[in-house]
């Protein structure tokens, strides 16, 4: 249930759910046919399957999540028992909007002789001519992402064909941006993803271009300052990622945000009490979630790559690392025009634009007099503001070289509101999924 939740929580329009039958004839969600224990699902009634796992929902409390966070389902049924129990459960709900379907076309005829209301979907797997696989469904459900390139396939005869026929086609699961951003164009009723973030990932309105930047990455879907975290973030399509950078006892640069390790790890001292190979060894995710149990701590190496690989941008913040090695990284990764950076040691960031007059540098304007102190004491090229801020001093950098950006780290909407009618370069968020999509819904409501 917390998987659905977060796929809510990042945008997805359905679910797929994988749905099995008890031996009492209870549809319930699980992939695969056997449990860890090898017991066969199917051969435990439903109290049995609770006491062996208690986190496997039945199709019912999916059904109801779905109507209260106003998601679709696409019910991909494995067991045959289930069709009928889940397409009667579907249907008396009144969930929208609904695709259902299987692999096994016995499943798909039995849907359709049930007179289904929903449109009645065929997987097709690899080696299989996806129009005589799908004659009697609605929608061909091409299941190819184990293919190398499998969006070559997707020719106009195959859509000229699809769509001759009465078809609509859905994507196999995706999570590659380059592949993803092949596809996403394509007409198509959908794409399948581990990543929904990827699939429809945020844009800005035209005539108002701001940027997100995502503090910590996307701390509240993985563990902050974590590559998964930050991937999230970009995936998502926000334009920047804040990371805090640590020096390590060997002379490494690492994103971790505290000083210590106790809060974020399983590790406890100070960060810079340990070599790389140490800190690589503790586990930097199981205190946000089990899932993301085994997680590493980053190295600044990974997270350029990262933001390299989605053609982003960072806001590299100084913690215990000094300016001279992180510069060093930054542009020998060839992306100094890529990432800004700032830190609460004013030492470092003078020391950061006497090293380099390229370097593209944050300051605060609460911690000056005035705006022109601001601006004078290292000649920087971004002020962030709070949002209680002077809206005609943000209103003065428009139109410069200089970028505003305004920091806000809460939730709420009003200051959301607030901070929208400054019309800044940037936002600095720890929500920004609240925050775009609360953007987005008030541009659309006014």
């Not at 196999?172 to 581990?194: K, L």
């Amino acid at each position: 249930m917390a998987a659905f939740r977060k796929a809510a929580m990042l945008g997805a329009d359905m679910w797929e759910v994988d749905i099995r039958s008890t031996s009492d004839g209870i549809p319930v969600v699980h992939h695969d046919a056997t449990l860890a224990s090898g017991t066969a699902l199917n051969s435990l009634t439903r109290d049995a399957l609770r006491d062996h796992m208690p986190d496997c929902p039945d199709l019912s409390e999916v059904v109801e999540l779905a109507a209260e966070l106003g998601a679709g389902i696409y019910a991909d049924i494995k067991d045959a028992e289930a069709a009928l129990p889940t397409l009667h459960l579907l249907q008396e709900a009144g969930i929208e909007p609904v695709i259902i379907g299987a692999f096994n076309t016995a499943i798909v005829d039995t849907l359709r002789e049930a007179g289904s209301r929903y449109p009645v979907s065929a997987l097709v797997p690899i080696g299989v001519d996806p129009h005589q696989h799908a004659a009697e469904a609605d929608v061909i459900h091409l299941c190819w992402e184990h293919l190398p390139a499998p969006q070559d396939m997707l020719t106009q005869d195959f859509f000229a064909r699809a769509f001759a026929d009465g078809k609509r086609v859905v994507l196999w699961h995706e999570e590659d941006p380059d592949r993803m951003a092949a596809i996403r164009t394509r007409p198509v009723t959908g794409i399948c993803s581990d990543m929904p973030e990827l699939v429809n990932p945020f844009r800005p309105p035209a005539d108002y271009p701001f940027g997100v930047v995502c503090h910590r990455g996307a701390n509240r879907i993985a563990p902050e300052n974590t590559l998964p975290a930050l991937e999230c973030a970009l995936a998502a399509g926000f334009t920047h990622i804040e990371v805090d950078l640590h020096i390590t006892a060997d002379g490494e640069i690492v994103v971790i945000h505290d000083p210590k390790l106790d809060r974020t790890t399983n590790g406890t001292g100070p960060v810079t009490a340990r070599t790389l190979a140490e800190l690589r060894a503790l586990d930097a995710g199981s205190w946000f979630d089990p899932f993301f149990e085994g997680t590493q701590i980053p190295t600044l190496a990974e997270v350029l790559a990262l933001v390299a690989r989605y053609d982003a941008r960072a806001y590299l913040e100084f913690k215990s690392a000094p300016p001279a090695p992180v510069l060093a990284q930054v542009e020998a990764a060839g992306l100094l025009d890529r990432v800004f950076f700032w830190s609460f040691n004013r030492d470092f960031l003078h020391d950061l634009r006497r090293l380099s007059a390229k370097a593209r540098i944050m300051a605060r304007r609460e911690d000056y007099g005035s705006l022109a102190e601001t601006l004078s004491d290292y000649s920087a090229d971004i002020v962030e503001f709070r949002p209680d801020a002077d809206a005609l001093e943000i209103a003065t950098l428009r139109g410069d070289d200089l970028l505003s950006m305004v920091a806000y780290m809460g939730d709420d909407p009003e200051v959301f509101d607030r901070i929208l009618d400054f019309r800044p370069d940037l936002f600095n968020l720890n929500e920004p999924f609240l925050f775009t999509r609360h953007a987005l819904r008030a541009r659309r409501d006014g």
